[in-house]
């Protein structure tokens, strides 16, 4: 017996005929739900009858499981009679798979026999022959109530002696690696076809009269055709000459179109109205008697659509739904010829398509055509190649698995459009300018487990609840929020005299990660950015959080623009867009608000009471009281609150608007087709000083170091250029690997300065007994939510650059800001 790969298996016999033995030959046992089983699992006892409505239920609800994941059951019950069995085809029905129905037709004496022979069976002989007689009645009307397959073994002899393979669907072709060139509606525009395999790279054979009748590629390439190849063109016979030839010879698959399933009818002999082109493929068709001959054959065969490459393409000529991919039903053929509609028309009287592509959230990618547009675009993961060749367009093929759109313009108008070609609908994956369509609520909320480089990454529900919040409320339009970046974790507990942190402890954290080269850089004062820009003058300038920098970035944006024109970035890179990772400064341009409520604050309330209790303890020694050592606590800490506002004051200086802002960019994160986030940082810190010097009114300068870790007159060098950077104000630095050092290497490590830790502990943290306290601090949750972060932020990085579906990268982008919830010492 051949059955299909995946399909509902209904195994139909009285008891005592061996189903269950026949399952457990021929099936695993994960591939097999008993009725018996089921009625244990609710009852404990597999022969109580009353619990069969129960158990049936529960034995459906799995069986629904199976399927919808695309796995082969088999339904070991009796089935004998009409009503269950129906339940099962329409189970089948509901998943798009096959029934089929094995029946084990033993004699009722043997069935007798075996079940007086089992001490768990205490039913008499009348049900055996009722059931046998049920079984009798059902044999010829199988295949009536929707079984696609009937298997009949006959007797013991040929149960025993029955093998079962496997076949896989005629759509199945997923040991079809490829490349594969996928080519959009034709519509009988034969010169425009040959033009574009020419353009493909195909040899055209051609037969005793000159006709294209066959084509292939010398590098083994396969033409997939999504279908639509008749109607409305000028020569529908020669296209299908043409690709029936290449079909033939193995260099090109094709799939139905719903007007190859229009003409397919008319050529049976049905009634079809000649509309919407195909009276002009009839006429055309009468005068070819050569390709009218074979065109029905060959059109019966085409199949709803094609599953390639394990998977990771799909093939259809009005697109699919991931639940249908790989199925076979009435239902799916309709959707891969017809697409979905909402019912409604439009102001032409054509039906209103569904936009299904901006809810696919499927793996493979789905290219299809049926709607024209001027030009391919993706949504999803999903792409439409029909721009309208035979309506004075283009006739488009998708190169797989490059992505590389090949087209070649029609030579004219063939056929009016009744409807204007309109853009397919759907977002722009992630590199920003437009509204964004696509996203789903679904994506983001409840607990979810994320895929990337430094493993799988676990968003709680509560966090992803409160990101939603803060994205909902405050963020960009997600157009443009395509990554956040990672927090940042500080180097190891000083031991230095007086000193939290100290580049000593972040140097060696790296030397004991076996980093042979760090870049130590200048940590700005100011505030982190991501500068997401476009060579057309638009972008979007947004905070860690993923909140707008500005009110009205536009002339920020303007002008980062016009200088990575200067700088020669556009055309160096091979790009429209970029993504910058920076700081801008000064602190206090996105800031004040928290420096004057925060900590302007705590210095003016200082001002105001140590003057008076100073006063107070002068008067008090003045009449002999000893309040020498109060008095020296107040004189220190009078100082302390010196030194606390002269950090924060450095970190603030006049602007208007942009007037006064500066940005300094130390990565280029992305381009178009490009993560550059693993190139070595002396790449990025190149590219960045060509648009410092571009533009050095607007950008300012990273200051670094590159030295060995473990190397001590490097390590003195760092700690003297830190030393030097902190005593005249500056925040400290942050050191990072020179080259990507893996997935479980911290990817920057932060060494603030001694005075600009008072705002972060408190002016007084330097007193011997607070240090002593902070010296205990616990990095370890801190660098484990940075490592997640950053793989999450790489992953969403790769996944751009691949041109991945935009609610894919937003799905990881939306994560790092969920992480941020996290609960960690936010002075860490």
């Known amino acids: 017996m051949r059955i299909p790969e995946l399909c509902l298996v209904a195994l139909v016999g009285v008891s005592g005929s061996g189903k269950s033995t026949f399952a457990r030959r021929h099936f695993a046992p994960t591939q097999v739900l008993s009725s018996d089983a089921f009625r244990a699992m609710v009852a404990d006892d597999e022969n109580d009858q009353s619990a069969s409505g129960e158990a049936f239920d529960a034995l459906h609800y799995v069986a629904g499981k199976r399927l919808r994941a695309g796995r082969l059951t088999v339904v070991d019950a009796t089935n004998v009679q009409r009503h269950a069995r129906q339940a099962l085809v329409a189970l089948a029905r509901e998943h798009d798979v096959l029934p089929v129905a094995i029946v084990l037709d033993v004699p009722e004496d043997e069935c007798w026999a075996r079940t007086q022979a089992r001490p768990d069976r205490d039913f008499g002989r009348p049900v055996v022959a009722r059931q046998h007689r049920d079984l009798r009645r059902s044999l010829r009307g199988l295949a009536r109530e929707g079984f696609r397959q009937v298997h009949v073994l006959r007797g013991v002899a040929e149960v025993d002696a029955a093998t079962i393979e496997y076949e896989p669907l005629f759509n199945n072709r997923r040991e079809l690696a490829g490349p594969f060139d996928v080519i959009g509606d034709v519509h009988g525009c034969r010169a425009e076809l040959e033009l574009l395999l020419d353009k493909l790279g195909y040899a055209i054979t051609r037969d005793s009269l000159g006709r294209a009748a066959g084509a292939a590629h010398p590098e083994g390439r396969t033409a997939v055709f999504v279908g639509d190849l008749v109607d409305r063109g000028p020569d529908s016979p020669g296209v299908l000459r043409l690709v029936m030839g290449m079909v033939d010879a193995g260099s090109a698959l094709c799939v139905s179109g719903n007007h190859e399933a229009k003409l397919l009818r008319k050529l049976r002999g049905a009634n079809v109205q000649l509309t919407h082109g195909l009276a002009e493929t009839m006429t055309q068709l009468a005068g070819d008697p050569d390709v009218s001959a074979h065109a029905a054959k060959f059109l019966e065969g085409l199949i709803s659509h094609y599953v390639l490459d394990g998977g990771r393409l799909v093939v259809a000529h009005a697109g699919l739904k991931e639940a249908y991919h790989g199925r076979a039903s009435g239902r799916v053929r309709s959707f891969a010829l017809y697409g979905d509609t909402t019912g409604e028309t439009d102001e032409y009287g054509l039906p209103v398509r569904y936009p299904w592509a901006t809810e696919y959230r499927g793996r493979a990618m789905v290219v299809y055509g049926h709607t024209p547009t001027p030009s391919p675009e993706w949504v999803n993961n999903t792409i439409c190649v029909d721009t309208g060749c035979v309506f004075g367009g283009s006739l488009t093929a998708l190169r797989y698995p490059t992505r590389e759109l090949v087209s070649v313009p029609a030579e004219r108008e063939y056929y009016a459009p009744v409807r204007p070609l309109a853009p397919a609908p759907g977002g722009l994956g992630g590199s920003g300018g437009s509204a964004f369509e696509g996203l789903d609520l679904a994506d983001v909320t409840g607990r979810r487990s994320l895929e990337t480089p430094a493993g799988r990454v676990t968003v709680a529900a509560e966090n992803a609840a409160a990101a939603l919040e803060v994205m909902s409320r405050f963020a960009v339009d997600p157009a443009w929020l395509v990554w956040l970046p990672p927090t940042m974790a500080p ?317 894919r990268v937003h799905q990881l982008v939306f994560a790092v800001l969920a992480c941020e919830s996290e609960p960690v010492d936010p002075r860490l």
Request: charged share 25%; aromatic share 8%; hydrophobic share 45%.
């Open 491 to 807: 180097a190891s507990t000083s031991v230095q005299e007086g000193y939290l942190e100290h580049p000593v402890e972040a140097l060696a954290d790296y030397a004991r990660a076996g980093v042979a080269r760090v870049v130590c850089q200048e940590k700005h004062m100011g505030s982190r950015a991501v500068l997401n820009v476009r060579r057309d003058g638009s972008g979007a300038v947004y905070t860690r959080t993923g909140r707008p920098f500005f009110p009205d970035a536009a002339p920020l944006v303007e002008r980062v623009v016009a200088a990575i024109g200067r700088a020669g970035l556009w055309d160096e890179l091979g790009t429209d867009w970029l993504l910058l990772d920076a700081e801008v400064l000064p602190w206090s341009a996105k800031a004040e608000p928290l420096i004057r409520d925060q900590y302007a604050s705590v210095a003016a309330a200082a001002g105001a009471a140590l003057p008076a209790a100073r006063a107070a303890l002068v008067a008090a020694a003045g009449r002999g009281i000893d309040v020498g050592d109060l008095a020296g606590r107040f004189t220190a800490r009078e100082s302390s609150i010196a030194a606390f506002a002269e950090v924060y004051r450095r970190y603030c200086w006049p602007t208007d608007g942009l007037a006064g802002v500066r940005v300094a960019p130390f990565h280029v994160l992305a381009a178009e087709g490009a993560n550059h986030a693993r190139q070595g940082h002396d790449w990025h810190l190149a590219l960045v000083d060509r648009l410092v010097a571009a533009e050095p009114e607007l950008f300012t300068t990273t200051r670094r170091l590159v030295v060995d870790p473990a190397d001590p007159d490097g390590v003195a060098a760092v700690t003297r250029w830190w030393l030097e950077l902190t005593g005249t104000g500056g925040e400290g630095m942050v050191v990072k690997p020179a080259h990507d050092a893996g997935p479980r290497v911290q990817p920057a490590i932060k060494c603030r300065g001694r005075e600009y830790l008072r705002i972060i502990y408190g002016p007084d943290y330097t007193e011997p007994e607070r240090l002593a306290t902070l010296r205990n601090r616990n990095l370890g949750r801190k660098r484990g939510l940075a490592l997640r972060e950053q793989g999450l932020g790489l992953a969403a990085l790769d996944l751009l650059a691949a041109g991945s579906p935009a609610w």
